[in-house]
Structure formats: structure tokens, C-alpha cells
């Protein structure tokens, strides 16, 4: 049987993720992993949650198990908009967050509830993978902003924005990782912040704010979540207890007007009718005893020294004219290499020599920077940080080497 006939025209466009294979290839071999978008599971507080799952099960008894609503746990939610207000972020009430599984979830259903094929959905250069992908499946029209070291060009978004007009396209909505994004590990400035939800009100168009990361920066900077801006309810506010806490509890939510969170639950209760209960009162007693204020405390502290020692190894082992950006925050250090340099290639030999990193393509929507690569470094042992770049140097090395040789015989 040939099961190919049977998909939906769909089901032909989701592609297997790249981040997932090249993780497969990690579990084979031991590999020194730059590659995954992971917290140090060092940093999982397992017994702490073990009390907590054994006490919500004991204690709530029936309440943790049974099905919820698609909205979610109100206690938790209520836990949520008390936490998020310490951030600056200050809303209505119940009606303008709803718990999700994941932020993943949440980008999914916005790319259903928001997109009709064609419509205009604007990104940073690089972004997320995992967004594109979801978008994806909606057949959006991208237009790309990049970026430098204040986050996304807000005078280039102001030139793109007239160019989409004098087009007559419409922007649905704009997305960004405002925070110690992924992957490029970059924070937009508060000027640009407020310049950007400015724009968003000239241009009529929404601005999905994806903050992982915005829990574990590595100096004293106050920024402004675009939602604390926010005065006409245009940002939709995405976060999740992935990176700060477990991503196995699937644990995420949104922040928005009622209008939208009331189709975000619509949507959801054909996906997955509620959240798992048990992990929703799991983060309920997490936050209530404390345990997410515990993580807070120590996060920036540890990442700040794998960061470093990251930023160190870079400096001593990365060929001349390689450059990059220190991060303030989050997991990743985005690496750009000389010209002839081109990491996509490369990857097989890398991992044939037990490093594991992600080609910087992959985070582009027109597959520019194939001379550029996305490391992470919250997840790899301290030890192997340094023995890991120094693998890659040596590689990329060679590579520019036999390059210059080349040129000069020819
Ligand atoms: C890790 C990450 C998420 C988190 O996804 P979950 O589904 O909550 O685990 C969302 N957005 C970005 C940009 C991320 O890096």
C-alpha cells in the first residue's frame, strides 16, 4: 500500500523537523551537543517535583486527574497573571490568558486563527525554526527584518512596511522574540521596543511576542515586555515554564484581549480539549511554594558561566573574521564565518568529529547565511564546552586553509 495517496494536500508540506533529525544523530553517538535548544536537565529541581506530583495527585485527588477546561486551571492562571504583573505586564483578568501546552501550541493555533494563504506575516532574519514551521502550514507570504545588536531594524521594518503598503498586501501580525532571542541571542533595545508598537498602530497589524527567555539574563538591563507597552491590546503575549522550569510539564500560556483568547480556546478545544491537568496543578504548586522563584535565582548565575566560558573558547579557537554577538541572555551564541565557510556542509564532518551545532540556513526564511551557525550553550557540560569549540575552530580552519591554497595554485 501506498499511504502517500491518502495525505492531504497538508500533510505534504509538514517537513520533519531539521533540529529533530540532527538530534537523533546525538542519541547514537556521544556527541558534545550545540545543536538542541535545551536546559541543563543539571538544573531540573527533580525532587522537589517529585514532592509536588506526589501531593497535588494526593492532595487535589480527582481535580488533578480529570479533564480541565480548555482555558485552564483558574488558580494557575491567577498564579500567572500575579507573576507576569512583577514583569510589567498588567491585564484584565482570567479572560486574557489561557494556559497552553506549550508556547509550541500557542504558535500553532495563532498560524490557524490568524492566516489565510498569502497573507503577509513578517519575521525577524534569522527566527525561530519551529515558528516558521508552524506558519507554515498556513501558506503565509513572509517578508524578513534583520537584525543587529539592538534586535530587529526598526527603520528597516519602517521601509519594508511602506513597500508591503504601496503593494497593497496585507500584514496580519508581526513575529518576534523581543528577548535574548533564538537563535540569535539578541535583545532589542527599549527605544526600538516602543518604536515598533508604534508602528504596529500606523500600520494596523499584530505583534506576536514569543518570551522564553526573558527569565534568565545575565545583567542588570530593564526591558519592557512589548505587552506592558502595549495600550491597544495589539500584542499577543507568549511564555512558558519550558526554559525556566521543565519543558516536560508542556506548560505555556498567552496573554491577550479577550477577542483573541476567546478563538485561541476555540481552536484549542479541537486540538487537545485542555491542557494536562496534572502538570497544570504540578506549575500551580510550583509557583506557590516558591520553586519558579528558586529557578530565578539560580538560572542567569549558571547559564552566565557556560556563557562565558563559551564566549572564552570563541575568542581562542574561532578562525580570523568570525564574528558574533555577546548574548545578555537565553541559550544561544549565533556565529558568523567567513564567506567560504559553509556550515550546512560542514555538518556531517562536525559530527563525524563529535560536535553537533545548527546550521544557520535552517533560521532564515529565504535560506540566506550559510555561512553562519547557531550554538547552544545552556545544555552541553561545562568541560565539553571548550573541547567542542576548539573541534569546530580546527574544522573551520582547515576549511579556509585549503581555500587560501587553493586560490593561490589557481
Ligand atoms: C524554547 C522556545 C519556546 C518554547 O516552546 P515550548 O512549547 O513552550 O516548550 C518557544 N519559543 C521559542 C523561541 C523557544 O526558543
Not at 508540506?13 to 545543536?35: H, M, P, T, Y
Not at 516558591?290 to 573558547?313: H, T
Request: aromatic share 10%; net charge positive.
Amino acid at each position: 500500500m501506498k499511504s502517500n495517496v491518502f495525505f492531504s494536500q497538508l500533510a505534504h508540506k509538514i517537513r520533519a523537523s531539521e533540529v529533530r533529525e540532527l538530534l537523533k544523530w546525538q542519541e547514537k553517538k556521544r556527541i558534545i551537543s550545540f545543536g538542541g535548544g535545551f536546559p541543563d536537565p543539571e538544573l531540573y529541581p527533580v525532587d522537589e517535583l517529585a514532592d509536588i506530583a506526589r501531593d497535588v495527585i494526593l492532595s487535589y485527588r480527582d481535580e488533578a486527574l480529570k479533564y480541565g477546561t480548555t482555558e485552564g486551571l483558574d488558580e494557575l492562571r491567577e498564579e500567572i497573571l500575579k507573576f507576569m504583573k512583577r514583569f510589567g505586564i498588567k491585564v484584565g483578568g482570567l479572560n486574557n490568558i489561557i494556559i497552553t501546552s506549550g508556547s509550541q501550541q500557542a504558535i500553532d493555533i495563532l498560524s490557524r486563527i490568524l492566516i489565510d494563504p498569502g497573507d503577509v506575516v513578517i519575521v525577524e532574519k534569522p527566527t525561530y525554526l519551529a515558528a516558521i514551521n508552524a506558519f507554515n502550514l498556513s501558506s503565509p507570504k513572509y517578508y524578513g527584518v534583520p537584525m543587529d545588536r539592538e534586535g530587529m531594524k526598526i527603520d528597516a521594518l519602517e521601509s519594508l512596511l511602506k513597500e508591503i503598503k504601496r503593494r497593497n498586501e496585507r500584514v496580519k501580525f508581526i513575529y518576534t522574540i523581543p528577548t535574548a532571542q533564538n537563535p540569535t541571542g539578541l535583545t532589542m533595545s527599549n527605544e526600538r521596543r516602543r518604536r515598533l508598537i508604534e508602528l504596529a498602530e500606523e500600520y494596523d497589524f499584530l505583534i506576536v511576542e514569543d518570551n522564553p527567555y526573558s527569565y534568565m539574563l545575565f545583567e542588570p538591563a530593564k526591558y519592557e515586555h512589548l505587552k506592558s507597552l502595549d495600550k491597544t491590546g495589539r500584542v499577543i503575549h507568549l511564555s512558558t515554564l519550558s526554559k525556566v522550569l521543565v519543558p516536560g510539564l508542556r506548560i505555556g500560556w498567552v496573554i491577550a484581549e479577550e477577542e483573541i483568547t476567546r478563538k485561541i480556546v476555540l481552536a484549542k478545544q479541537s486540538t487537545d480539549i485542555c491542557s494536562s491537568t496534572l502538570s497544570q496543578y504540578i506549575a500551580y504548586e510550583a509557583f506557590r511554594r516558591g520553586l519558579i522563584d528558586k529557578q530565578l535565582k539560580i538560572l542567569p548565575k549558571f547559564y552566565k558561566r557556560k556563557r562565558d566560558i563559551m564566549l572564552c573558547a570563541l575568542e581562542e579557537y574561532m578562525p580570523e573574521r568570525t564574528h558574533w554577538i555577546k548574548p545578555i541572555g537565553g541559550m544561544y551564541i549565533f556565529v558568523s564565518l567567513p564567506d567560504v565557510v559553509d556550515t550546512r556542509e560542514l555538518l556531517i564532518e562536525a559530527l563525524n568529529r563529535g560536535v553537533c551545532y545548527i546550521p544557520g540556513d535552517s533560521f532564515f526564511i529565504d535560506r540566506s547565511g550559510r555561512n553562519t551557525m547557531r550554538l547552544n550553550f545552556s545544555y552541553p557540560k561545562t568541560h565539553e564546552i571548550e573541547k567542542g569549540i576548539k573541534i569546530l575552530g580546527e574544522l573551520f580552519r582547515e576549511v579556509i586553509d585549503k581555500h587560501l591554497f587553493t586560490k593561490a595554485v589557481a
